[in-house]
C-alpha cells in the first residue's frame, strides 16, 4: 500500500530531476523507497603499500614524495605522484584534476582509496580519492549504499531524496501477521527499508534484506498459488492424438533423439492426448535440444487441424526459430504453415499477417511479445510455446494463454535448478527434466585466469578468428562512470580494436541501445560480418551462431555461476571446439575456487548447487544471476532458504491457517503490489 505521491512533492526535487529519476522507473515516493542499492560501499582499515592485493579496492595511507609530475597529453592532463609508507611506494594517477597539483605537495600525507592495478611488478591507482587522515577514519565502518544512476543523477541526490521519503512519509506496514514476522524472524517492512537503505552495520543489512527478499518470494508464490489453484484442472479442449507427421519427422531427422528428449516427448504426447490441459516446462541446459522437442509439440498440434505459437524472448531468437522451422518444412514438407510476427515490421506487414492468423492460413505464429498484442486473433490457438521462459513474466504467459480459450501451455527453460526449487518457483507447472547432451557434442575448454593473461587471450581469439570463427567478450557495465572498478563494454572495445589486428570487426551490444540496434548488431554477428562480438549480458539469452568458439568473461567474479554457464552455453554449439575464459580481476583462493567449479563442469545443475554452497552472507551483495525470474534483489540460488521460508507462508495463508481478516489483509497488500509493481517484468 505504497504512498503514491509524485516525486516532484518532494522538497528539492523539481521537474527536471523528476524527468532523470523518471528513467529509473522511479516516479513516485513508494517507487523511490523500492529503488534499492545496486551495491554498498564500505570502507576498511587502511593497508600496507606491500600488502595492498591487485583488483582490490582498498586504502593505504602515504606521504608524497617529491613534486607531482603533470602532463598534458592531447586535452588530458596526467598528474603523476609518487606515495611511500612504511613498507614501500606507490604510483598514484589522477586525469584531469589539474588542482590536486597543490595538494599534493612534497611529504603531505593522505589516505588513497582506489582499485590497485599491476603495472609490470609495481602496484598502482588510478583516479583514488582522497582524504584526509581524520576524515577517513570517521567513514570506516560506515556503509555506504550506491544506486544505480543515470547521467545528470548523483548518488548524494538519490540519498537525500531518500532519507526525505523515508522520514516525511507513511510507510504502510502490517501485511503480515505478528507470528510470520516472530517465526521467520523478520524486520518489519518500515525498518527494513531504513534497514536496507541506511544500515547501521551489517548486521541490520542482512536483515533488511531478508525481510525484502522475503516479501518478493512471497508475492510471487502466493500469485503462482491462486493461479495454480484456477488451472489445475481444466479440461483439455483440444485433445490431439498422435499422426504420421511426427513419426516421419522423427525418422527423417539426422539424428534420433537421447533418451531424455524421448521421455519428455513422450510425456508431452500423453498431455496433449489425455484429459487435461497441459501446464509444462520442459527444463534442459543449454544445447540440451529443447527446440525440437517444442517442435515436435507444435508439428503435433497443427496437424491436429489446430494454431501453434512460439514465444522467444528476443526478435534474433524468434528469427531463428522461424528460420528453422522454414528450413525443416522445405526439408521434410511438414504441415507448416509458419509466420513470423516481431515488433520491429511494418504496420502493414503485420496487419497481413493478423489477416491469414485469424483465417488460419497461418497454423505456426512465431514471434515476440508482439504476438501477445492485443490485435492478434487466432482462430484455433491450442498451444503455446515460450522458449527461454525465465524471461518472461508469468503474466505475459497467462496474456498469451488467455488469447485462446485455454491452449495447452509448454514452457522451455535452460536455467538451472535443483528440482526442489524448481517445484517451489514452477509451482503452476509440471515438470520434464532432459538431462543429458546429444553425444555428438565436444566438451568445451575452460580456463579461469586472472588479468594478467589479456595479452594472450587477445593472441588466441585473434588466432580463431584467422580461422573463421567468432568470439563473445563480456563486460559486466556499458559505460565508464557506472562503477569504474569494472570492466565497461564501451571503453573495453576500443581497447580491444587496438590490441586486435585492424581488420577485425569489433561491434558492441549492451542493453542501453535501441532494441532495432540490438537486434541488428546481433544478426550482423549472426551473419559474420562481425567477428568480436563485446556484450553486456544482454547476450545470454538464447542466442544460437555455432560459428563462435570463445567466450571470454571479463570480470567473472562479478557473476554468479550459474549466469556464468548460461553464456558458456553460447559456444560450443556447432562443430568447432570450443573455449571459455574466465577472467577474474580477483586472484584470491576463494574467487578462484568457486570459478574452478566451472572449470571442472559442465553440469549447470551441479554448478548452481555448489555455487549456493560456496557463498557465505558477506556475497549477498553484488553478485546476483540477474534476469532470472526478474526478482529486484531476491537471488534463487543464494536466497534459497528465504524462497523455502516464502513457500511454507504462502502454504500456510492458503492452506487457511490464518483468520479471515488476516488472509484479507495480506490480499489488500497485494492488490496493490502485484496489480502493477511487483510484474516479474522481463528486463
Ligand atoms: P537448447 O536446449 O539450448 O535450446 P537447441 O534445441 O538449440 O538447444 O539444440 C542445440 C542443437 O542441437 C541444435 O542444432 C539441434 O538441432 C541439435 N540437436 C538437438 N537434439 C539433438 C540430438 N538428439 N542429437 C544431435 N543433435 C541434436
Ligand atoms: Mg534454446
Known amino acids: 500500500m505504497g504512498d503514491r505521491t509524485p516525486l516532484v512533492q518532494l522538497k528539492g526535487i523539481g521537474e527536471k530531476t523528476a524527468k532523470l529519476f523518471a528513467k529509473l522507473h522511479v516516479d513516485t515516493v513508494e517507487d523511490l523507497l523500492n529503488y534499492y ?268 487441424g489446430y494454431q501453434g505459437a512460439m514465444m522467444a524472448p528476443t526478435e534474433v531468437l524468434a528469427t531463428q526459430h522461424y528460420e528453422d522451422v522454414c528450413g525443416f518444412v522445405e526439408k521434410y514438407h511438414i504441415a507448416f504453415k509458419p509466420a513470423l510476427l516481431v515488433g520491429s515490421m511494418t504496420a502493414k506487414e503485420k496487419r497481413e499477417i493478423y489477416a491469414s492468423i485469424a483465417s488460419g492460413d497461418v497454423n505456426l505464429i512465431i514471434g515476440t511479445h508482439a504476438v501477445i498484442q492485443e490485435k492478434v486473433i487466432f482462430k484455433n490457438l491450442a498451444l503455446v510455446v515460450t522458449d527461454e521462459q525465465h524471461r518472461f513474466g508469468v503474466k505475459q504467459r497467462e496474456i498469451l494463454a488467455n488469447k485462446g480459450h485455454n491452449p495447452h501451455v509448454l514452457v522451455m527453460s535452460a536455467t538451472p535448478i535443483p528440482r526442489t526449487l524448481a517445484i517451489i518457483l514452477y509451482g503452476d507447472l509440471e515438470i520434464s527434466v532432459i538431462d543429458e547432451l546429444p553425444a555428438n557434442r565436444l566438451p568445451i575448454k575452460n580456463c579461469v585466469v586472472n588479468t594478467s593473461y589479456r595479452k594472450k587471450a587477445y593472441e588466441f581469439i585473434e588466432a580463431e578468428v584467422r580461422k573463421g570463427r567468432q568470439a563473445y567478450v563480456i563486460c559486466p557495465m556499458v559505460e565508464a562512470g557506472e562503477m569504474d572498478e569494472l570492466e565497461n563494454v564501451v571503453e573495453y572495445a576500443d581497447k580491444l580494436r587496438g590490441a586486435l589486428s585492424s581488420d577485425i570487426q569489433v561491434a558492441t551490444l549492451h542493453g542501453k541501445m535501441r532494441s532495432g540496434d540490438k537486434n541488428r548488431i546481433m544478426e550482423e554477428f549472426a551473419k559474420h560480418n562481425i567477428d568480436v562480438l563485446v556484450s553486456t549480458t544482454v547476450i545470454e539469452v538464447g542466442i544460437n551462431v555455432p560459428n563462435s568458439t570463445v567466450m571470454m568473461v571479463e570480470n567473472a567474479e562479478r557473476f554468479g555461476l550459474a549466469q556464468l554457464h548460461q553464456l558458456r552455453g553460447r559456444v560450443g554449439r556447432g562443430e568447432h571446439q570450443s573455449y571459455c575464459i574466465f577472467v577474474s580481476a580477483k586472484d584470491n583462493k576463494e574467487t578462484m575456487e568457486r570459478l574452478n567449479i566451472l572449470n571442472h563442469s559442465n553440469d549447470g545443475f551441479h554448478i548452481a548447487s555448489e555455487d549456493m554452497k560456496l557463498r557465505g552472507p558477506g556475497d549477498l551483495f553484488g553478485i546476483r544471476q540477474s534476469g532470472e525470474f526478474a526478482f529486484r534483489i531476491a537471488d534463487i540460488y543464494s536466497d534459497s532458504n528465504i524462497l523455502k521460508m516464502a513457500s511454507e507462508a504462502v502454504n500456510k495463508v492458503i492452506d487457511g491457517e490464518l483468520t479471515e481478516a488476516e488472509y484479507n489483509r495480506i490480499k489488500d497488500f497485494l492488490k496493490n503490489t502485484c496489480g502493477n509493481k511487483v510484474d516479474f517484468r522481463t528486463i
Open 37 to 304: 542499492p545496486r551495491d554498498y560501499e564500505t570502507f576498511q582499515d587502511c593497508v600496507y603499500i606491500a600488502e595492498a592485493e591487485i583488483g582490490q579496492m582498498q586504502a593505504v595511507y602515504g606521504t608524497v614524495c617529491g613534486m607531482p609530475n603533470v602532463k598534458k597529453v592531447r586535452n588530458l592532463t596526467i598528474i603523476n605522484v609518487l606515495i611511500k609508507d612504511a613498507t614501500g611506494g606507490m604510483q598514484i594517477t589522477f586525469f584531469n584534476m589539474p588542482y590536486l597539483k597543490n595538494m599534493l605537495h612534497n611529504n603531505a600525507a593522505f589516505v588513497f582509496r582506489g582499485n590497485i592495478q599491476a603495472k609490470g611488478t609495481a602496484k598502482i591507482m588510478e583516479q583514488p580519492r582522497i582524504y584526509k587522515k581524520e576524515e577517513y577514519i570517521g567513514l570506516l565502518k560506515n556503509i555506504q549504499p550506491r544506486y544505480s544512476l543515470t547521467k545528470g543523477l548523483s548518488n548524494q541526490v538519490i540519498l537525500k531524496a531518500m532519507k526525505q521519503a523515508l522520514n516525511n512519509h507513511l510507510i504502510q506496514d502490517g501485511k503480515y501477521p505478528e507470528v510470520f514476522l516472530k517465526e521467520y524472524d523478520l524486520y518489519s517492512y518500515k525498518d527494513a527499508l531504513y534497514g536496507i537503505h541506511f544500515p547501521t552495520d551489517f548486521d541490520t543489512l542482512v536483515k533488511a534484506r531478508k525481510r525484502i527478499v522475503f516479501d518478493e518470494f512471497f508475492d510471487f508464490l502466493f500469485y503462482l498459488r491462486e493461479n495454480k489453484e484456477q488451472s489445475e484442472q481444466l479440461i483439455n479442449e483440444y485433445q490431439m492424438i498422435e499422426t504420421a507427421d511426427t513419426v516421419r519427422f522423427l525418422e527423417q531427422l539426422p539424428f534420433s533423439l537421447t533418451k531424455s528428449q524421448k521421455k519428455v516427448w513422450a510425456e508431452i504426447r500423453n498431455d496433449l492426448n489425455g484429459n487435461f490441459c497441459m501446464n509444462r516446462l520442459i527444463q534442459g541446459d543449454v544445447g540440451s535440444g529443447k527446440t525440437i522437442i517444442a517442435i515436435l509439440a507444435l508439428l503435433m498440434c497443427v496437424s491436429n
